[in-house]
Structure formats: C-alpha cells, structure tokens
C-alpha cells in the first residue's frame, strides 16, 4: 500500500518536474505554433560583457527578437562555464521556447542540449558552433575560414607585400611576423587561424615573411578565453625572448580586437610608435569602438568587420521560423560538421575595415557614430 502510494507521488513528481521543464504543453512544447509571440520566450545566452562586441550581439538580438513581440530572456555568463551551463539549465526550467546560445566552450554544453531536445526546444548556435551534440538545430556566423584568409591578407597589404586589389605590392621584405590566435575551445579558432595560415604559407615558406619566435603551431599562439592580458603577456614574452637582440617586429597576426589591443599596449611599452621604432602591422576582428579609434588613429592597421545588427536579424528570423514550427533557411549545409552532424548554417559576408573605410562602412551604416569613433567609447 505505503509502496504503491510512493510509486504515485513518484510518477505526480516526474510529471510535475518535466512540465517544470518545459515538455510538451509547457512552453518549449510542440504547440508553439499556435501561441502569440508574447506568450514566447526565447532564452539568449551570451558568453560575456568584458568584450563589447557580445554586449551589442545581447543588445541586438533582444531588440530584434522583441520587434518581433517575443520575450527575451538574455543571460551573460562572464566567461564562466559552469555559469552558462546554470543559465541554460534555468532557461529550460522556466519553459524557454527557443534557445539561443554563444558557447564560452564549444564542447562543455551536451548535457544542457540533450535536456532542450528532451523538452523539444529548439536550439540555435550563434556565431560559435556547439560542438559533439546531435541537438543543435541552426548555426548562424559568418563565413570563418574567410575572416582568417582577410586578416592574413590585412597583413600582407599592411606590410606592402600585396595592394588591396589582390595584386602583388611593391615591398620585398623580408619581414618578422608573429602570430596570434584565438580561445582553442572556440570552434571558430581553427577556421580563422587555417585561413590565415593557409594565405601566409607561400611567404612563410619563401622566406619573405618570418616568424622570428619559430612559434607557429595553433596551440602555442592560441589565446584562452581571447583574453586581452593574455596575448599583452605572451606578446611581451616574444619581445623578450626573440627580439632582444635589437631587431625588431614588422607585422602580428591578431584574430580579434581585444588581442590586437593587449598586443598593441606590450608593443607600446617596449618602446614600438615611439621615435624610430614604428609600430608593425597589427589585424583584428570585430570593429570594435576602442580598435576603430585605434585604427582611426593609424595605431591598428585593420579589423574584420562583422555586422552584429545583421546576425542578430538572422538569429531572429531562424528563432521565428523554428516557432512557427518551419525549418529556418540555411545557405550553408556542408561546412559546420559538429563531431556528429553538419549543422545547417546562415553565414553572412564579412568586410575588412582599414582607416580608410571607417566612415563609408561603420558611420554612414550607423554602426558607431563619428563621435563614438574619435573617442573610442560606445555611448549606447
Ligand atoms: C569568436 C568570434 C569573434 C570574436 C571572438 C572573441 O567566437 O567569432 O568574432 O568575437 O569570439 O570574442
């Protein structure tokens, strides 16, 4: 009797629990097609607010998704993985409807997916990939292995190696380069740092450009986390190490703003944009405001521009077609294999920004005002 009672109040709990977590009937359920967009939650987790960029990503995806009259639940996860695994958790408890979610670590989140699919929530990766899971729905990025081929080429056109038509440049060389790449739990790490080395490979193995600190591998330039203070100590640690003996850097490969700028400010306090020793060339990623005014100010050579507003948009649409039940649009079905799968993906066009192209891409879209620029702060 006392069992058969337990066994009961067992299966009221299980029952409750999962409509807790949202199954079928409980938001994040199969009927979101018949639901006002009011009575929809998306939950959009992003990795942090330390970088601007994924500030204005959180801020243009709720904007976008809003427009559309849903309800946004958005999260920061301040780099901490266990954080973003708590939010996500949370995000399904409560019933999200859609998923939205860029990985701090691309691998570390199966078990948080395997739930969203056990609740039938939809799930859509943005802008990194989420890795070694059968449940990511969607991918929306932009094309990563070009971003890698456009800062390698921003290097070769900074050192005069190569015009911006694609042509050869006038300089010669050769050229001491170092290089940098991204966070390695990043999926997109690879793809930039391929595409540039894939660009680089001819003058590297002519000898035109040279990495004086022999240090080539992905691991060995990778950046954990894309930290700025991280790649400000390694860059000090390649001055010391290889460039004491009064030679000097001509040009780093930099796959994102925030590195640029700990590279920059390591260059700086050795001594580099002071008189006779000019600063090299440095690349980027992202325009953001304190690396255009960097630019601006011919300090930084280039970014990769990557319109926020546009993967956003996109982000949207994908989240609104999966509630209406259809299958989102992809232009891309074969490149972003997770480890089990090839994510369907919207990738957009990328553009690389040199100070020249600061007013007629970033002010005149409205993307950072002139005042933004010259200041180097958002003032959103
Ligand atoms: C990557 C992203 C880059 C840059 C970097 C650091 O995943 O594709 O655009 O933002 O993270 O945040």
């Not at 994040?28 to 204005?56: F, H, Y």
């Not at 809003?66 to 958790?89: C, E, N, W």
């Not at 595409?195 to 193995?205: N, S």
């Not at 930290?227 to 003996?245: C, F, G, V």
């Amino acid at each position: 009797m006392a069992r058969r009672f337990l066994v009961a109040l067992g299966s009221a709990v299980l029952a409750l629990s999962m409509a807790a977590c949202g199954g079928e009937g409980a938001g994040g359920g199969g009927d979101t097609a018949d639901k006002k967009p009011t009575d929809l939650t998306i939950g959009v987790s992003m990795p942090t607010q330390t970088s601007e960029r994924w500030i204005a990503d959180g801020n243009a995806v709720k904007e976008k998704l809003q427009a559309k009259g849903y309800k946004v639940d958005l999260q920061y996860a301040g780099d901490d993985i266990p954080t973003q695994s708590q939010q996500i958790d949370q995000m399904i408890t409560q019933g999200a409807d859609v998923l939205v979610i860029a990985a701090i670590d691309g691998t570390a989140l199966s078990g948080q997916l395997q739930a969203a699919a056990e609740a039938k929530i939809p799930v859509i990766a943005y802008d990194r990939l989420i890795l070694g899971s059968p449940n990511v729905d969607f991918y929306v990025s932009f094309d990563n292995y070009k971003v890698g081929v456009a800062q390698a080429t921003a290097l070769l056109v900074g050192l005069g190696l190569k015009n911006k038509d694609g042509s050869k440049g006038s300089a010669t060389g050769p050229f001491t380069v170092e290089l940098f790449a991204g966070s390695l739990d990043d999926n997109n790490t690879a793809y930039f740092f391929g595409g540039a080395m894939d660009t680089l490979k001819p003058y590297l193995d002519s000898g035109t450009l040279k990495v004086k600190s022999g240090q080539t591998k992905i691991e060995q330039a990778a950046t954990l986390r894309w930290q700025q203070e991280t790649a400000q100590k390694r860059m000090e640690d390649l001055l010391t190490s290889s460039y004491n003996d009064g030679s000097k850097v001509d040009g780093v490969l930099s796959p994102y703003d925030g590195i640029s700028r700990g590279i920059i400010t390591a260059l700086q306090n050795a001594g580099y944009g002071g008189s006779g020793k000019k600063l090299p060339v440095v690349t980027g990623q992202d325009a953001e405001i304190a690396s255009i005014k960097l630019i601006n100010d011919g300090v930084q050579s280039s970014t990769v521009f990557k319109d926020t507003r546009l993967l956003a948009e996109q982000a949207a649409i994908a989240s609104e077609a999966f509630l209406q039940k259809k299958q989102p649009q992809a232009n891309d079905t074969t490149t972003y294999n997770n480890k089990v799968k090839v994510v369907p993906a919207y990738l957009l066009p990328i553009q690389t920004i040199y100070k020249e192209d600061i007013k007629s891409a970033l002010i005149d879209s409205g993307y950072w005002s002139a005042e933004e620029v010259a200041s180097g702060q958002a003032k959103k």
